[in-house]
């Protein structure tokens, strides 16, 4: 089974930057598709980024498009969100989850993946 655990969130002025990380401890986590998604206080959980299980294709959602990018080393058994220009409105909770579909075009639907961690934490002041 996977496991999936986030980490790297926490408290930045707006403006700033933070990079997401999600680690694996299974074994077929290379062969997945994983997505990041964030749910903030009070609204539904969003899609935000995707990456292929090669990671050579790769989605954004408009609002973080061109500040976010997803990547990954599957050396390592992990998945990465990096985040810049910051603003107050992605403080959220950030997930990220697996999807066994090698393609899926509802990517963007959290009820199509198959593994979620618990989440991190990300606060943005300002």
């Known amino acids: 089974q996977e496991q999936l655990v986030e980490s790297g969130g926490g408290l930045v002025q707006a403006g700033g930057s933070l990079r997401l990380s999600c680690a694996s401890s299974?074994?077929?986590?290379?062969?997945?598709?994983v997505g990041w998604f964030r749910q903030a206080p009070g609204k539904e959980r969003e899609f935000v980024a995707r990456?292929?299980?090669?990671?050579?294709?790769?989605y954004y959602a408009d609002s973080v498009k061109g500040r976010v990018t997803i990547s990954r080393d599957n050396a390592k058994n992990t998945v990465y969100l990096q985040m810049n220009s910051l603003k107050p409105e992605d403080t959220a909770v950030y997930y990220c989850?697996?999807?066994?579909?090698?393609?899926?075009?509802?990517?963007?639907?959290?009820?199509?993946?198959?593994?979620w961690g618990q989440g991190t934490q990300v606060t943005v002041s300002s």
């Open positions: 989850a697996a999807d066994a579909q090698p393609y899926s075009a509802t990517y963007s639907v959290p009820r199509v993946y198959d593994y």
């Open positions: 299974g074994r077929t986590f290379r062969s997945y598709a």
């Open positions: 990456i292929s299980w090669s990671g050579g294709t790769t």
